[in-house]
């Protein structure tokens, strides 16, 4: 059955209900309507002969306005197709008087109208499993609306507590941007305070002593794969970890329910601690959690709409665009939200935020398979000059790749780029930390105060840098963040500890207590900084490969890649990885990329002879470093 071109057909104000005798012209929509108030002229002889309208009186119908022809056709050709098929249709996928019933139907987030439906018409909804809408629930328990009219009960879109109508079970956002920002703010600090309250209430009196973290986080993800926009959505967690001391030990407990019970959470802790280790723990009192001031949230990266995510990974993919390469770009943005408090008294909350964009370039030529890639990472927005120098960054690389050259051998002279420098870093993390120290495994243990290092070089690990999403005014066990010296000037300085490892160690926690909804607390870095006493990296950044390093080489490597860092023995710190991305440097130039080619040495011993400090001090992810120097690096061809 074939309906006019217009978008809406006029029907009659009357209608009586005809018989089987009942002759309407086909294609004739008015006519068609005036004769049979359900639209079909022709199931008027089937009604008759199963006796569905034989010996009914003609009754007067409700005046009605326009009807949606879209409405009909989909439902209509359901009809005819059952009949075609000799089925037998079911009464309630028939057609019914039509009656008038006022919803209001949001075509998509920023158009909303209203519009004359058929209550009783059940069209299929291939978008929704199932034919009963309007039945999901929110974690809290309320109903989450459904807002296609036909199947949400004719009930109007429910209200957020800000105003903004929920639409298909989500908030609607303002007119003009079809995407909305994240719901950054949801839960406020009187409701976290008093979820914490609550659970150290009940767990004072019951247990030795108690602290607690409630944590949510919502992601919103972009990625671009071959230069299309590949996947975009928003996830959202949260928890709250309980731990707790009971005759001297410890135990832990965690959910992830909308409305924790504190008692069942305490009675696991208190479960788990029947078999947990024995520790004379104790808890910061309220005097010691007095926090710093530190910019971890910002406003603008919070508000930030999918639409503007969106339009950052896409100028880079346009940026980044070559005919013979494929681009994938991807755009993460976090918002945090974490309290923390004891049984103690000491209590910490704070809002960060943080967005990663990684750009990366694959180029297949043969056997030959090249993927250069960088990334930003901080706490605000990326400004256009912060992506001009991604931009450039990755372009350089990829350009000074294209050529490929024979790898020199031997012991050499090796640039590691702040990227490159994992292998050499990662040993000296494990050997710093306080677990490993009581362990005994750690090669540094016992050596604090001694001279190992090149004097000119200091790590720290400061978690009150203002700008990074790692920072943090307080740890996950409320133990407030201060700077710790790992290696001043050359010398081993201090080992970071957390609650428990400090305790087992008779020393004070240094605030690198790091955990998550489920398990107990571990140690943590936060933000890893490399400095350098005589400032060669202070006030200037190049985006030449090797950081003004390679002009004194006759002859060696520019590291930016490693395969496989983290295997093997890293504690110990040898180190013997092959090459994913390095350039050979022949008398202070770089000459091309070279393949099949590894790299080996040890960590310790190399930082005793740094031969230079890289111009080009960056952040890469949570580690502030130049490029670094190191002679004596084995070089060795596959």
């Known amino acids: 059955m074939s309906w006019p071109a217009s978008s809406f057909t006029k029907r009659s104000a009357i209608s009586p209900r005809p018989t089987s005798s009942t002759k309407t012209r086909r294609g004739d929509a008015d006519a068609g309507h005036a004769a049979h108030p359900r639209g079909d002229p022709r199931r008027a002889p089937a009604l008759a002969r199963n006796g569905r309208e034989a010996g009914r009186a003609p009754h007067r119908q409700r005046?009605?306005?326009?009807?949606?022809?879209s409405a009909h056709r989909a439902h209509d050709e359901y009809l005819?197709?059952?009949?075609?098929?000799?089925?037998?249709?079911?009464r309630?996928?028939?057609?019914?008087?039509?009656?008038?019933?006022?919803?209001r139907c949001v075509r998509r987030p920023d158009d909303a109208r209203e519009f004359f439906v058929h209550g009783r018409l059940g069209l299929h909804d291939s978008r929704r499993q199932g034919r009963r809408a309007g039945e999901g629930r929110r974690a809290g328990g309320q109903s989450v609306s459904d807002a296609r009219p036909h199947r949400s009960h004719c009930r109007r879109l429910h209200l957020e507590s800000d105003g903004r109508r929920v639409w298909q079970g989500r908030p609607v956002p303002a007119a003009g941007d079809r995407r909305g920002a994240a719901r950054a703010h949801r839960g406020s600090p009187h409701r976290r305070g008093r979820m914490i309250d609550r659970l150290l209430d009940t767990a004072r009196g019951a247990v030795d002593g108690a602290d607690a973290l409630w944590r949510r986080e919502e992601r919103t993800t972009v990625a671009f794969e071959s230069g299309r926009l590949k996947a975009a959505g928003i996830s959202e967690e949260a928890g709250l970890n309980l731990r707790v001391l009971a005759r001297g030990r410890m135990g832990v407990a965690g959910t992830t329910a909308a409305r924790p019970d504190p008692a069942a959470l305490l009675d696991r802790a208190r479960a788990s601690a029947e078999l947990g280790e024995v520790v004379d723990l104790?808890?910061?009192?309220?005097?010691?959690?007095?926090?710093?001031?530190?910019?971890?949230?910002f406003e603008r990266t919070a508000d930030a709409s999918l639409n503007t995510l969106i339009r950052m990974g896409r100028l880079l993919v346009e940026r980044l665009a070559r005919p013979d390469c494929q681009v994938n770009v991807s755009v993460e943005r976090e918002v945090a939200e974490t309290a923390v408090g004891n049984s103690a008294g000491a209590r910490g909350e704070y809002r960060a935020t943080g967005i990663a964009v990684t750009a990366d370039i694959t180029r297949i030529a043969g056997d030959d398979v090249l993927m250069v890639y960088d990334q930003y990472v901080g706490a605000d927005l990326p400004s256009d000059a912060d992506l001009e120098t991604l931009v450039r960054s990755v372009e350089t690389r990829l350009t000074a790749a294209l050529t490929v050259v024979t790898p020199p051998d031997g012991a050499l002279p090796v640039v590691f780029t702040p990227a490159g420098l994992a292998a050499v870093v990662l040993p000296l993390e494990q050997a710093l930390s306080g677990k490993t120290v009581l362990q005994g495994s750690s090669p540094l243990a016992g050596k604090v105060g001694e001279t190992l290092f090149d004097e000119r070089l200091s790590i720290i690990d400061d978690p009150l840098t203002p700008g990074r999403p790692a920072s943090r005014p307080v740890d996950d066990e409320c133990v407030p963040s201060r700077a710790t010296g790992l290696v001043e000037h050359g010398m081993v300085g201090r080992f970071v500890y957390d609650l428990e490892t400090a305790a087992r160690a008779k020393?004070?926690?240094t605030g690198n207590g790091r955990r998550g909804v489920f398990g107990k607390p571990h140690i943590g870095y936060t933000n890893v900084v490399f400095r350098m006493t005589d400032g060669a990296h202070v006030g200037s950044e190049s985006h030449a490969l090797g950081g003004g390093l390679i002009a004194d080489i006759e002859d060696g490597l520019i590291v930016d890649d490693l395969i496989g860092v983290g295997q093997g023995n890293v504690i110990s710190g040898a180190f013997s990885h092959p090459v994913g991305l390095a350039y050979r440097v022949q008398r202070g130039e770089v000459t091309g990329r070279v393949k099949d080619a590894a790299v080996a040495g040890n960590t310790y011993d190399l930082l005793k002879r740094v031969g230079g400090f890289g111009t080009d001090g960056r952040w890469l992810a949570s580690r502030w470093s130049p490029s670094l120097l190191l002679d004596g690096v084995s070089v060795a061809r596959r």
Do not use: K, M
């Not at 104790?282 to 949230?297: D, R």
């Open 80 to 90: 005819h197709r059952a009949r075609r098929q000799g089925r037998r249709v079911r």
């Open 507 to 509: 020393t004070q926690s």
């Open 63 to 69: 005046p009605r306005d326009l009807v949606p022809a």
């Open 92 to 103: 309630s996928h028939q057609r019914h008087p039509a009656r008038r019933v006022r919803v």
């Open 282 to 297: 104790a808890f910061p009192g309220a005097g010691t959690a007095n926090l710093p001031p530190i910019s971890t949230f």
